[in-house]
């Protein structure tokens, strides 16, 4: 790999002829194509895909939250790229024969704002998810106008569904209206706070399985 600040064609992005542009930490740099190996993948190798494939799938539907609240975006890793480095690392586990994910430890969000306060996720009036939380505005950066964040995942259809603002701080409260063929399945919530601009965010909260009514 090189770099390259002026060439007769300046900077670029993407494949031409035998080389790839692209931006590595704030500089221009130029690589050779990669050969395409003939080997066989090792069992090692295959999980390892495996693993990247189920935590890339999961993370895509969410990818609205995660671009705006996860982490920040730096010259080395996106935002989206710091959540796939997370969950990979510390969301997930082996369990014979293949991968699942620990619920429990998956995060939407990840920054300094103040979280929910005794958050409790239960099922709602028809197909939906009611949250409801202790207003905790005014401690720190929390404000009563921050918006409610929140995900909920049906595992057996890999179903995802979010919302930017289901609610404010000071509302206590919040709904997010869930597709009518949820109804009796386990849904798994997560939910967090933003700033109504958006520059600040709480790291999110996992609030556990619900049945959908």
Not at 69 to 79: A, I, L
Request: hydrophobic residues 40%.
């Amino acid at each position: 790999m090189g770099t390259y600040e002026k060439g007769i064609i300046g900077a670029f992005s993407g494949k031409v002829g035998p080389v790839v542009g692209a931006t590595w930490r704030g500089k221009d740099v130029m690589r050779s194509l990669p050969r395409k190996s003939t080997k066989p993948a090792t069992p090692k190798q295959m999980l390892q895909r495996e693993k990247f494939t189920m935590v890339t799938e999961f993370l895509t539907p969410l990818n609205p939250i995660l671009k705006r609240y996860f982490g920040s975006n730096t010259e080395v890793k996106t935002r989206r790229n710091q959540a796939m480095s997370y969950t990979m690392k510390d969301a997930v586990v082996f369990v014979d024969p293949g991968f699942e994910l620990s619920f429990n430890r998956v995060l939407i969000s990840r920054g300094s704002l103040l979280g929910l306060n005794t958050g409790v996720a239960t099922a709602g009036a028809g197909q939906s998810v009611d949250i409801a939380w202790i207003d905790n505005s005014g401690i720190g950066d929390a404000t009563a106008t921050d918006q409610l964040v929140v995900a909920v995942y049906e595992p057996t259809t890999k179903t995802t569904i979010y919302s930017l603002n289901a609610g404010s701080r000071d509302h206590r409260s919040g709904n997010v209206v869930l597709p009518a063929f949820l109804s009796g399945l386990k849904v798994q919530v997560w939910a967090t706070f933003a700033s109504v601009d958006g520059k600040i965010y709480a790291t999110s909260e996992y609030l556990g399985t619900i049945v959908v009514g």
